[in-house]
């Protein structure tokens, strides 16, 4: 078990330009989350899936962002037409809802730069 | 509104005291507390949880307590070490399924 990982680490874009970010939750966990992290605040959340399915998304996820779980394995995060305001690190976690403590587990993060 | 303070929001203390961070929730109605820490431009490491019927949760020189009545957490830290500088983010969920609501976190600064 290597823990959750997240792709790029780090991603600089021009203003206007679209940006995916991938995220590999740990084997077997079923949940899989994203929240947003801005400087000096902690994390907010963005979406949860279960499974394949997007069961909540925040008022924060505008329509610039989608995010996916094809088959329920890893995930993408896609802004479109990024804003100097998307700047944040995107973090991602993932928990088991079976015999567990649900406990959410969080990756390394993404750092997203926009210029 | 469900919201997590934190104070205060930046520490400093010589190496070798014993300190306590501070966490309070406005819906008292958690499923579980959670402290992580954060180290400068990295992602979140897990120190403790607590489930909403759990009064304390202990890992070597760290306590952390939860009063959910009066919805309040503390994270005890004993004997601190420069290693231990960081940012500590308390969170709490309201269901097993849920989000985790984040504090601003403490930013803390053990000196030498």
């Known amino acids: 078990d290597t823990g959750v990982s997240q792709n790029p680490r780090h991603k600089i874009t021009k203003r206007g330009q679209n940006v995916t970010f991938r995220c590999d939750p740990i084997?077997?966990?079923?949940?899989l989350y994203w929240y947003r992290q801005t400087l000096g605040q902690g994390p907010e959340f963005l979406t949860y899936f279960q499974n394949e399915a997007q069961l909540e998304k925040s008022r924060l996820l505008s329509d610039r962002f989608s995010a996916e779980r094809p088959k329920g394995s890893f995930s993408t995060l896609e802004i479109q037409r990024t804003e100097q305001g998307d700047s944040a690190m995107y973090l991602c976690a993932s928990s088991l809802d079976v015999g567990s403590t649900y406990e959410q587990y969080f990756g390394p993060g993404t750092r997203l730069t926009v210029t | 509104k469900q919201e997590v303070t934190q104070i205060p929001a930046a520490l400093s203390v010589p190496e070798g005291e014993n300190l306590v961070l501070n966490c309070s929730f406005t819906?008292?109605?958690?499923?579980?507390l959670q402290w992580f820490r954060q180290d400068p431009g990295k992602g979140l490491t897990s120190l403790l949880l607590?489930?909403?019927?759990?009064r304390e949760q202990t890992s070597g020189r760290l306590n952390a307590s939860l009063d959910k009545s009066s919805g309040r957490s503390t994270l005890y830290i004993a004997a601190s070490q420069p290693g231990d500088s960081a940012t500590y983010l308390c969170?709490?969920?309201?269901?097993?399924?849920?989000?985790?609501?984040f504090g601003s976190g403490t930013r803390l600064s053990i000196r030498p």
């Open positions: 084997s077997e966990h079923n949940r």
């Open positions: 819906d008292s109605a958690i499923y579980n």
């Open positions: 607590i489930q909403s019927s759990q």
């Open positions: 969170a709490v969920s309201y269901s097993s399924a849920s989000k985790i609501i």
